[in-house]
């Protein structure tokens, strides 16, 4: 893979979808408000609900994550990496588009090869969402992301993960399983 190629795909408001731990991903710069508004009318999905970040390294999570505690840094070190997504604190130079109308921000380290492999060979966190339409059935292969989605992105080919539910997703100051 070009990692040089697609990173400067993705910065120039390109987007990318990619296996995870259960389902196609669509992703793109986070910084990238445009980019992210993309992958909302692709998938019909309101802005407010705000996206997942994923990251091979809490350091690429950094810039959008208000600093934890040592107990909140406990409790994501538990879960990480794995399809486990935390709702944080968002730090004051967290991007609006990124959250939505809430004031956390969702973020994974994966534990799944290809996207740990991509955003290590990017430098970056990802914007993750399920590639579907809002509401519809996640693709399971890049044969039916490039079907469904076309040249409107770049498919990175590698195998989805064996779960077959989205990763869970918990309040990191309530404690509450939203997923």
């Not at 993705?10 to 992958?39: M, Q």
């Not at 914007?127 to 989605?149: D, H, L, P, W, Y």
């Amino acid at each position: 893979m070009n990692f040089r190629a697609l990173r400067q795909h993705l910065h120039a408001g390109g987007l990318v979808a990619y296996p995870t731990e259960s389902c196609y991903g669509l992703g793109c710069d986070p910084c990238n408000r445009d980019a992210v508004k993309s992958i909302l009318r692709l998938k019909k999905r309101p802005q407010a609900k705000g996206v997942i970040l994923i990251a091979a390294d809490f350091k690429q999570l950094r810039p959008y994550v208000k600093s934890l505690t040592s107990a909140q840094l406990q409790k994501v070190h538990g879960t990480w990496p794995g399809p486990h997504t935390w709702l944080v604190p968002k730090s004051v130079d967290c991007p609006v588009w990124l959250t939505g109308k809430h004031e956390k921000i969702a973020v994974r380290l994966t534990a799944h090869q290809p996207a740990a492999t991509l955003c290590q060979g990017l430098g970056m966190a990802l914007v993750s969402t399920s590639a579907n339409i809002s509401g519809g059935k996640a693709v399971r292969s890049a044969r039916e992301c490039q079907r469904q989605f076309g040249s409107r992105l770049i498919v990175v080919s590698g195998m989805v993960g064996k779960r077959r539910k989205p990763s869970t997703i918990q309040d990191i100051v309530s404690g509450a399983i939203l997923r």
